[in-house]
């Protein structure tokens, strides 16, 4: 089977940036009003989640600083529903792995999947939030702001939802992912986000906006009764920034790695074009992609492979990476379990590109279309086939770094990076 030759591309995204984190972040608490609504003595929780935003250690740690100024006693919490195997001991080693210990932020680091019962929402289902920042006299949220991977609406990935599945722990984003099956997922996160604010004593909100780059583009900071307000626009400001793929079709698409600190879903069904379904672009949904292949999960998602199910392909060594504990609890809890199917594997990465041409149907090789990119937040630089060097020539988004070549491989039949 004749596989295509490749060549190289270098993406241009709009590339606002903060150039001081620290400074920035100071003046969204300033901007937040907290400063004036906390006391010196009292204990505030910081949210931090399992994404892997950017900039998230540095961030972080200047908001401790600051409210050990206010001489306040800041503690965080981790806010990540089922995330690091649904234990306190692995939500710790998350937050460790993302640069965030005691040692490091110089504050205690609260880990528990115990939760409080706050109240039953109108809707009729118990609301859960995580017991240490219950217990707290204030809680800060913090969170980046993003698409989410399978809902639509004005409010998706953000602070809202950590108030709701994040400090829900595991228990919250089981009744909440289920309830969201009943209700849209947006107003099912307004009514849980309503009542936490109003009953768990939640001081602010601090918004973190990246651009297509994965570099912090603005941190924003809101009283908490304005979340509601504000997070709304900030996800419009987010969804012009997101990254793209260069292209509205390819009959498949190579990924590199997959993981938790990438997606939700592993690889981002809003730059694959698979929010809806996890086989194929729906409606008007772009790209439209035939077959999707992985070769690894990311270090950082520490064996969770939520979202491989995804994908139609993968590498054996896949596999041999998942923790099946890990990635079908998760699943479970987010009401996604296609995510954690298991695709075909292959012994290595020649093998499963021959066989995703033989199925593409009758054709030259030349003429067969294909993207491989590092993961779903990198798409600055990606390999095209020879199939879009034409298209490429003509898009004035688009920097061709090299003419079309073949691919290389080392011994056993794996692709080696060029």
Same mark, same amino acid.
């Given at each position: 089977?004749?596989?295509?030759?490749?060549?190289?591309?270098?993406?241009?995204?709009?590339?606002?940036?903060?150039?001081?984190?620290?400074?920035?972040?100071?003046?969204?608490?300033?901007?937040?009003?907290?400063?004036?609504?906390?006391?010196?003595?009292?204990?505030?929780?910081?949210?931090?989640?399992?994404?892997?935003?950017?900039?998230?250690?540095?961030?972080?740690?200047?908001?401790?600083?600051?409210?050990?100024?206010?001489?306040?006693?800041?503690?965080?919490?981790?806010?990540?529903?089922?995330?690091?195997?649904?234990?306190?001991?692995?939500?710790?080693?998350?937050?460790?792995?993302?640069?965030?210990?005691?040692?490091?932020?110089?504050?205690?680091?609260?880990?528990?999947?115990?939760?409080?019962?706050?109240?039953?929402?109108?809707?009729?289902?118990?609301?859960?939030?995580? &017991?240490?920042?219950?217990? +707290?006299?204030?809680?800060? *949220?913090? %969170?980046?702001?993003?698409?989410?991977? =399978?809902?639509? !609406?004005?409010?998706?990935?953000?602070?809202?939802?950590?108030?709701?599945?994040?400090?829900?722990?595991?228990?919250?984003?089981?009744?909440?992912?289920?309830?969201?099956?009943?209700?849209?997922?947006?107003?099912?996160?307004?009514?849980?986000?309503?009542?936490?604010?109003? &009953?768990?004593?939640?001081? +602010?909100?601090?918004?973190? *906006?990246? %651009?297509?780059?994965?570099?912090?583009? =603005?941190?924003? !900071?809101?009283?908490?009764?304005?979340?509601?307000?504000?997070?709304?626009?900030?996800?419009?400001?987010?969804?012009?920034?997101?990254?793209?793929?260069?292209?509205?079709?390819?009959?498949?698409?190579?990924?590199?790695?997959?993981?938790?600190?990438?997606?939700?879903?592993?690889?981002?069904?809003?730059?694959?074009?698979?929010?809806?379904?996890?086989?194929?672009?729906?409606?008007?949904?772009?790209?439209?992609?035939?077959?999707?292949?992985?070769?690894?999960?990311?270090?950082?998602?520490?064996?969770?492979?939520?979202?491989?199910?995804?994908?139609?392909?993968?590498?054996?060594?896949?596999?041999?990476?998942?923790?099946?504990?890990?990635?079908?609890?998760?699943?479970?809890?987010?009401?996604?379990?296609?995510?954690?199917?298991?695709?075909?594997?292959?012994?290595?990465?020649?093998?499963?590109?021959?066989?995703?041409?033989?199925?593409?149907?009758?054709?030259?090789?030349?003429?067969?279309?294909?993207?491989?990119?590092?993961?779903?937040?990198?798409?600055?630089?990606?390999?095209?086939?020879?199939?879009?060097?034409?298209?490429?020539?003509?898009?004035?988004?688009?920097?061709?770094?090299?003419?079309?070549?073949?691919?290389?491989?080392?011994?056993?039949?794996?692709?080696?990076?060029?």
């Amino acid at each position: 089977m004749t596989i295509p030759n490749f060549f190289r591309v270098r993406q241009t995204f709009e590339r606002p940036r903060v150039a001081d984190i620290q400074r920035s972040t100071q003046e969204a608490i300033r901007q937040s009003g907290l400063p004036s609504r906390v006391q010196p003595g009292q204990s505030v929780a910081i949210t931090v989640g399992s994404r892997g935003i950017a900039n998230i250690a540095l961030i972080t740690k200047s908001i401790v600083e600051d409210l050990l100024l206010l001489k306040t006693k800041p503690f965080i919490v981790p806010a990540m529903g089922s995330h690091g195997g649904a234990t306190a001991e692995g939500q710790t080693q998350v937050l460790a792995e993302l640069g965030i210990t005691t040692e490091s932020m110089g504050c205690e680091i609260r880990s528990s999947m115990e939760t409080v019962e706050v109240c039953q929402a109108i809707e009729g289902f118990p609301v859960h939030f995580d &017991r240490h920042a219950f217990e +707290a006299d204030h809680v800060l *949220v913090v %969170n980046r702001i993003k698409p989410h991977t =399978r809902f639509f !609406g004005p409010v998706e990935s953000g602070l809202m939802k950590m108030m709701l599945i994040g400090l829900g722990k595991h228990q919250g984003a089981v009744v909440y992912h289920r309830v969201i099956q009943n209700y849209t997922f947006d107003q099912i996160v307004r009514s849980v986000a309503r009542e936490v604010i109003q &009953r768990c004593r939640i001081v +602010a909100g601090i918004a973190v *906006v990246e %651009n297509g780059y994965e570099e912090t583009a =603005r941190i924003v !900071g809101m009283p908490a009764l304005e979340i509601d307000s504000v997070e709304p626009q900030l996800l419009d400001e987010v969804r012009w920034l997101l990254p793209k793929l260069p292209f509205d079709h390819t009959e498949l698409l190579i990924v590199d790695e997959i993981g938790k600190n990438i997606s939700g879903t592993g690889m981002d069904t809003n730059v694959i074009g698979r929010k809806t379904n996890d086989r194929a672009a729906i409606g008007d949904e772009v790209p439209r992609i035939h077959h999707i292949y992985v070769r690894a999960l990311s270090k950082q998602t520490q064996g969770n492979g939520s979202g491989i199910g995804i994908a139609e392909m993968c590498h054996q060594r896949v596999l041999e990476q998942i923790d099946l504990q890990k990635t079908r609890i998760n699943s479970i809890t987010a009401g996604h379990i296609s995510a954690a199917a298991i695709p075909v594997s292959f012994d290595c990465d020649r093998s499963a590109i021959t066989t995703a041409i033989a199925m593409g149907g009758w054709g030259d090789a030349i003429d067969y279309p294909a993207l491989w990119i590092p993961n779903t937040l990198r798409l600055e630089e990606i390999a095209c086939s020879e199939f879009y060097f034409e298209s490429a020539k003509n898009d004035s988004q688009l920097e061709i770094l090299s003419h079309p070549k073949p691919l290389l491989w080392d011994a056993n039949g794996d692709l080696v990076p060029t």
